[in-house]
Structure formats: C-alpha cells, structure tokens
C-alpha cells in the first residue's frame, strides 16, 4: 500500500526554519509528483509547492521566496525547507503523490499523508 509519511514539523517563532521530510513506501503507478499541500484551522486544503519527476518544480505564491522543494537524496523522497515562517504559516502540513493537473502546473495528490502539525508563534 502506498503510503507517504511526513516528519519534521514543530513549534517556532516568527522568522525561523525548519524543514518538513516524507517518504513514500513504493511508487503508485502513473504519479509523476510530489507535493506539499496545508490545511490551516478553518481553511480548506491550499497549495504549497511541488516537484516533478522531470526535475522542474512548482510554487504556490505563498511559498515563493521564502521555500524551497527538493527530492531528498533516499528514493521517494521529498524535502520541504521553509525560511522566514510567519504565523500565517501556521496549519498541517500534507505530503501527497500525485499526477500533474492538466492546467495550472500543480500536482493533483491521490495519495495522502496524515500531516505534520507547524506552528509559528509571533
């Protein structure tokens, strides 16, 4: 079963870092993209950013500037550095495999990861 885990969330204050990790145990067939979605208290699901297996990336406009998406160096992995947080950052963050939507350059999530908790603190 495909399953993303998601790790490195925590507690920080305005203008701090910190870096969110997952891992996919095995590849779903037909995905070409790892992404990073949040879900704040009272808010749907929001885009954050994402990578492809061709190397190219996408970013939300919230998140240019300040992070950064990579693919770790362990296979079916994908890192998250996130620089400068501010409280507006605040949410659970998911981890998703999916397929690049048609329009728009984002990744659509099919599979889904239980969250990592960030909560930045002014």
């Known amino acids: 079963q495909v399953q993303p885990v998601e790790s490195g969330g925590g507690s920080v204050q305005a203008g701090g870092s910190l870096r969110l990790s997952c891992v996919v145990s095995?590849?779903?067939?037909?995905?070409?993209?790892l992404a990073w979605y949040r879900e704040a208290p009272g808010s749907g699901r929001e885009r954050v950013a994402a990578?492809?297996?061709?190397?190219?990336?996408y970013y939300a406009d919230a998140a240019k500037a300040r992070f950064m998406i990579s693919r770790g160096d362990v296979e079916n992995t994908v890192l998250l550095q996130m620089n400068n947080l501010e409280p507006g950052d605040t949410a659970t963050y998911l981890c998703a495999a999916g397929k690049k939507a048609s329009r728009g350059g984002y990744c659509i999530g099919n599979f889904w990861g239980t969250g990592t908790q960030v909560t930045v603190s002014a």
């Open positions: 095995g590849w779903p067939f037909g995905s070409n993209c």
């Open positions: 990578v492809f297996t061709d190397g190219t990336t």
